[in-house]
């Protein structure tokens, strides 16, 4: 069969939207999707496994990586720099297999550029009080470290015209609804059901009469 190139979904966030959780829905509805596993400098939060969540790395070590030209894009957040794996990324691409970035917005415009045909989804929270508490709710954070997450959330949605769909987190089972309907979507257009070989039999029988 014919080598074809999988969609690349890239899911953008403000910190305390429940990106996660919408993200893991989405991944144990559909094992198709392959979930790009980020490379940190962050260290594990509690409950965190390497590999699972991301492949911790010393700040050093990223910065060796960063010049080997190991990341397809990398970014620093919140103080801490996340990377995507460029060879995981080329090599799961290359075998057909759909791939979701969990990503923030300078690491989509990164791809972007790469891959003009990725599809860009943003996720927001019902309203700001709504991300406000649920970000008092998460964590111990000070009255100034909550207020620097919402000055960048701030930035964040500045970026909304840059995604191609828009869903809000209100009610999770919608969100998760939504978000695999996209994927449904994508995977219906044109140029992707003709990259199928028993489409393009299909074809060739109907246009054969
Ligand atoms: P957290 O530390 O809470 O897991 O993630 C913080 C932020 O970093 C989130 O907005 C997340 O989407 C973003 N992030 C995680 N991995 C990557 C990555 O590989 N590249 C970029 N640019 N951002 C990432």
Same mark, same amino acid.
């Given at each position: 069969?014919?080598?074809?190139?999988?969609?690349?979904?890239? *899911?953008?966030?403000?910190?305390?939207?429940?990106?996660?959780?919408?993200?893991? &829905? @989405? %991944?144990?509805? =559909?094992?198709?999707?392959? @979930?790009?596993?980020?490379?940190?400098? $962050?260290?594990? $939060?509690?409950?965190?496994?390497? /590999? #699972?969540?991301?492949?911790?790395?010393? $700040?050093?070590?990223?910065?060796?990586?960063?010049?080997?030209? =190991?990341?397809?894009?990398?970014?620093?957040?919140?103080?801490?720099?996340?990377?995507?794996?460029? #060879?995981?990324?080329?090599?799961?691409?290359?075998?057909?297999?759909? *791939?979701? @970035?969990? *990503?923030?917005? +300078?690491?989509? &415009?990164?791809?972007?550029?790469?891959?003009? +045909?990725?599809? /860009?989804?943003?996720?927001?929270?019902?309203?700001?009080?709504a991300l406000e508490e649920r970000l008092l709710a998460r964590n111990k954070d000070t009255a100034d470290v909550i207020r620097r997450r919402l000055k960048a959330v701030r930035e964040e949605v500045s970026h909304i015209n840059?995604? =191609?769909?828009?869903?809000?987190?209100?009610?999770?089972?919608?969100?998760?609804?939504?978000?695999?309907?996209?994927? #449904?979507?994508?995977? %219906?257009?044109?140029? #992707?059901? %003709? +990259? %199928?070989?028993?489409?393009?039999?299909?074809?060739?029988?109907?246009?054969?009469?």
């Amino acid at each position: 069969m014919a080598m074809c190139t999988g969609c690349l979904f890239i *899911i953008t966030a403000p910190s305390g939207t429940g990106k996660t959780s919408l993200v893991s &829905a @989405l %991944l144990e509805n =559909d094992p198709e999707l392959r @979930l790009s596993i980020s490379y940190t400098s $962050r260290p594990p $939060r509690e409950g965190e496994e390497e /590999g #699972r969540d991301y492949h911790f790395v010393s $700040r050093e070590r990223f910065e060796k990586m960063q010049i080997s030209g =190991d990341f397809l894009e990398s970014a620093e957040v919140y103080g801490n720099w996340y990377g995507t794996s460029q #060879r995981w990324i080329s090599e799961t691409m290359q075998s057909g297999q759909d *791939i979701v @970035l969990e *990503i923030d917005c +300078q690491g989509a &415009a990164q791809v972007r550029k790469f891959f003009p +045909q990725s599809v /860009g989804i943003f996720v927001l929270p019902p309203s700001a009080s709504a991300l406000e508490e649920r970000l008092l709710a998460r964590n111990k954070d000070t009255a100034d470290v909550i207020r620097r997450r919402l000055k960048a959330v701030r930035e964040e949605v500045s970026h909304i015209n840059e995604f =191609d769909y828009v869903i809000i987190n209100s009610i999770l089972e919608d969100a998760i609804h939504d978000l695999i309907c996209v994927v #449904r979507a994508e995977r %219906l257009k044109r140029a #992707r059901q %003709l +990259q %199928l070989q028993k489409n393009q039999v299909l074809i060739s029988q109907l246009t054969s009469f």
